[in-house]
Structure formats: structure tokens, C-alpha cells
């Protein structure tokens, strides 16, 4: 079945600890995406990419590493130097048709918890 | 720039209409969408409609596009216990990110 999947679905983190969480697609979708919410509220976008090797910062970046090498993954570092990281992560992709992207798939989300 | 805004909060009572609105600012927009999420879970793509639209109906679900106004607007008829969720509209035009609203939950009392 073609489907985005993240794992894992909770994650646990000390206080100074990078963590990798993962996302990957089998959809041969071009752009990925991921985003950040807290309880309560909407999406925040950390990083996206349009195709692989280029990625771009989104609105909250800082603290957050990513890395596209293959079209499949979009994995997403979260460094110590996030200074709230405690929160739900998405990660979406979306296909090029008619010169445009277009509606974005998304995983089911990694809860990142600092403990 | 582009943004996406939504009313926070809407309650209904069980076989009620519901109407959750949206209004976005980048005339550019060539794909509007709805999503719904649920407790814990990511977003589910509902429906979505093309910005040379006016509507679009799928089962219960209603969606109205005013280009000029810049207004969308997703109707549920008949709403149930399990349409409780979240719901967030969302924009996109060439190639760039698609951008989303603040998400409207959405009470459904029985």
C-alpha cells in the first residue's frame, strides 16, 4: 500500500540530546513537509523540500536539521539547541501536477517528548 | 505574504448542519483544501477544490469558494459524534508550500 510513514510514534529525549525522528513516502511524491504543533494548536512549518538534495527553512527552523539524499525519506534532527522541543510532529508530502504542488498526504505523527 | 485564518472553536448539536468558514489573502491560491484531524492522529485530506470552482459536494460535505471575498467555507449536513475533530484549510499555488489555517475544532453534542 502507498502511504507516508513516520516513526516512531512516541519519542523520548533527554534535556541535550539530538534525536532523528523518521519519515518516509512510497507515493514518488517530489515535496515533503514537516510540521509542528503544540496542543491546541495549528501547524508550524519547520523545514520542506521540493526535490531531493534542496530543502528549504519554513517559519520555526531554528534548532531543527533535515536532510533529503533520496526522494523516499525526509528525515528530521531535532538538536539540543531547540529550546521546546516537547511536541507532535507531522510529516506530509505532496505530488507536482499541473506545474503545481497539490494536496499534501500526511503521516500519522511522532509525539517528541523531553524528559 | 500568504495566510490562512479560521474561527478556533464551533459547536453543533448532533443532526445539525455544521459550517466551519476560512478566509485566505493570497489571491494566488489555485487549490484550496479541507482536512480533518483527529485526537493523536495526522490530517486526513477531505476534499479539496480548484480555485476556478465556485462548489463542490461530496456526500455531507458541501465546500463554497468565494474568490472575491476570498472566503472558504466547509458545510457538513447531518453532523454525527465521529465528525468531532479539527479541521484545517489550507492553500497552494505553484510551487510552493502548501500553507494551512489555524484549524477549527469542531464540538458535535449529542
Known amino acids: 500500500d502507498g502511504g507516508i510513514t513516520q516513526s516512531p510514534k512516541y519519542l523520548f529525549r533527554k534535556e541535550g540530546q539530538n534525536v532523528t525522528l523518521s519519515c518516509e513516502q512510497n507515493?514518488?511524491?517530489?515535496?515533503m513537509y514537516w510540521y509542528r504543533q503544540d496542543p491546541g494548536q495549528g501547524l508550524r512549518l519547520i523545514y520542506y523540500s521540493q526535490i531531493v538534495n534542496d530543502f528549504q527553512k519554513g517559519d520555526i527552523a531554528e534548532g531543527y536539521s533535515v536532510s533529503r539524499e533520496k526522494k523516499e525519506s525526509f528525515p528530521l534532527t531535532v538538536t539540543s539547541a531547540q529550546k521546546n522541543p516537547t511536541a507532535f510532529y507531522l510529516c506530509?508530502?505532496?505530488?507536482?501536477?499541473?506545474?503545481?504542488?497539490?494536496?499534501?498526504?500526511f503521516g500519522q505523527g511522532t509525539r517528541l517528548t523531553v524528559v | 505574504g500568504e495566510d490562512v485564518e479560521q474561527s478556533l472553536f464551533l459547536s453543533v448539536r448532533e443532526g445539525d448542519s455544521s459550517v466551519i468558514n476560512c478566509t485566505y489573502t493570497d489571491s494566488s491560491s489555485t487549490y484550496l483544501y479541507w482536512y480533518k484531524q483527529e485526537p493523536g492522529a495526522g490530517l486526513q485530506l477531505l476534499t479539496y477544490i480548484f480555485s476556478n470552482m465556485d462548489m463542490k459536494q461530496d456526500q455531507r460535505l458541501t465546500v463554497l469558494l468565494n474568490k472575491k471575498d476570498k472566503h472558504l467555507s466547509l458545510r457538513i449536513a447531518d453532523t454525527q459524534t465521529g465528525d468531532s475533530a479539527i479541521y484545517f484549510c489550507?492553500?497552494?499555488?505553484?510551487?510552493?508550500?502548501?500553507?494551512f489555517g489555524t484549524g477549527t475544532k469542531l464540538q458535535v453534542i449529542p
Open positions: 507515493l514518488n511524491h517530489d515535496a
Open positions: 489550507a492553500e497552494s499555488w505553484g510551487y510552493q508550500k502548501v500553507t
Open positions: 506530509a508530502s505532496s505530488i507536482r501536477r499541473d506545474r503545481q504542488n497539490t494536496e499534501a498526504f
